[in-house]
Structure formats: structure tokens, C-alpha cells
Nanobody, 126 residues
Framework: QVQLVESGGGLVQAGGSLRLSCEAS????????MGWFRQAPGKEREFVAA????????RYSDAVKGRFTVSRDNAKNTVYLQMNSLEPADTAIYYC???????????????????WGQGTQVTVSS
């Protein structure tokens, strides 16, 4: 049974940093694209960042480009999201997701991700 478990969320002041982790189990994810999405209160879930398993290619939303960095440790089946220069607008539940279909470029579409974690809350105070 595939499981994705996020950790690392919390409360931080604007300008601060957090690193989220997502550990995958129940399968091999080396070739999977691993993505991060977020959902703020009253808003739809949105794409944040992703890293392809094939060649490590990354993709970011415009809202986080230059501030967030996605990385992965395949030996640990873990993907990370380093979040710097956090803003109150980054407050949301952050979800990890896995796309098991081989793609040459990471997808930003929710529907293409097969497995999801339960989410971790990130709150940025002003």
C-alpha cells in the first residue's frame, strides 16, 4: 500500500524558512515525479513545485519561483520542499503527491498525480 507522509510544517514569521519532507513507502518512486501542492482557506488547491524522477527536472509556480526549492533523496524515498522568504500568502495546507507515469517534464495538474499525502499545515504570520 502506497503511503506519502508529510512533515515539517508549522508556524513561522514572515521572512522565515521551513523545510517540508515527504516520505514515500509501499513502492519504488525513483522514476516518479514528486510534486507539492497547497490549499489555502477558501481557495482551490494549487500547484507549487515538482521534480521529475527521470532526470531531476524541476518546475515551480510563479508564486514561489526563486523562493522555494524542491529536491529529493531517492535512497530515502523522500522529497523535500525548502521554503525561504515566506510570506503570509504562503499560509496553506501543503500536500505531497506522486505521479507514477513517466513524463519528460513534471506535471502541474492535480489529476495526473496518483497518490497524495494527508497534508501539513504551514502558517506564516505577518
Amino acid at each position: 500500500q502506497v503511503q506519502l507522509v508529510e512533515s515539517g510544517g508549522g508556524l513561522v514569521q514572515a521572512g522565515g524558512s521551513l523545510r517540508l519532507s515527504c516520505e514515500a513507502s509501499g513502492g519504488t518512486f525513483i522514476r516518479s515525479t514528486m510534486g507539492w501542492f497547497r490549499q489555502a482557506p477558501g481557495k482551490e488547491r494549487e500547484f507549487v513545485a515538482a521534480m521529475a524522477g527521470s532526470d531531476g527536472r524541476t518546475r515551480y509556480s510563479d508564486a514561489v519561483k526563486g523562493r522555494f526549492t524542491v529536491s529529493r533523496d531517492n535512497a530515502k524515498n523522500t522529497v523535500y520542499l525548502q521554503m525561504n522568504s515566506l510570506e503570509p500568502a504562503d499560509t496553506a495546507i501543503y500536500y505531497c503527491a506522486a505521479d507514477r507515469t513517466y513524463r519528460s517534464y513534471p506535471s502541474r495538474f492535480e489529476a495526473e498525480y496518483n497518490y497524495w499525502g494527508q497534508g501539513t499545515q504551514v502558517t506564516v504570520s505577518s
